[in-house]
């Protein structure tokens, strides 16, 4: 992500035999933001890393940037997501220097693949919240119980019927 992307809302979602369910990536350089996302009413089965967040995809398409230039990710929401067999709850690593914040966590429930490490989330890098998880995730996401005004909702947001 090189521009930006704000104000966005996925939902009913079915991810299926796939290595990565939720993932956001970007890197230094690359500049930008992604701010006010939702994700909401996810169903996964089978996957091995259930929500990515990586600041260090260190992918760019020439040599001509500025390594100075630090995206924005802040305010977004994954929440009543479901999900069975999944081998990594969560893979969250931010920038030194140009944390994501106000990332949050609502109403998520993973059952674990057989093979799951005992450490199921792992976090760098990030702030946050959550609410109602399992696995119970990183400590950099166990904001205090008053922080549930962290979680971002797009308030504008509304459904169109399709006939």
């Known amino acids: 992500m090189s521009g930006g992307i704000s104000g966005i809302h996925a939902n009913h979602l079915h991810i299926h035999d796939s290595y990565k369910g939720i993932s956001f990536k970007t890197s230094p350089g690359r500049g930008g933001y992604i701010e006010e996302v939702v994700i909401s ?12 967040f990586t600041g260090n995809w260190s992918t760019h398409p020439d040599d001509h940037f500025d390594p100075s230039e630090l995206p924005v990710i802040d305010q977004i929401t994954l929440k009543n997501m479901v999900g069975t067999n999944i081998s990594v709850a969560g893979l969250l690593s931010g920038i030194h220097g140009d944390p994501f914040t ?28 959550s ?6 995730p990183c400590t950099e996401l166990r904001g205090p119980s008053s922080s549930s005004s962290i979680c971002f909702s797009l308030s504008s947001y509304s459904a169109l019927a399709v006939a």
């Open 131 to 136: 609410e109602t998880v399992f696995p119970e």
């Open 102 to 129: 106000a990332i949050c966590l609502s109403n998520v429930n993973f059952s674990m693949a057989d093979s799951a490490p005992s450490s199921s989330w792992s976090c760098s890098n990030v702030s946050g919240y």
């Open 41 to 52: 009413d996810v169903q996964m089965d089978d996957i091995h890393v259930g929500v990515e």
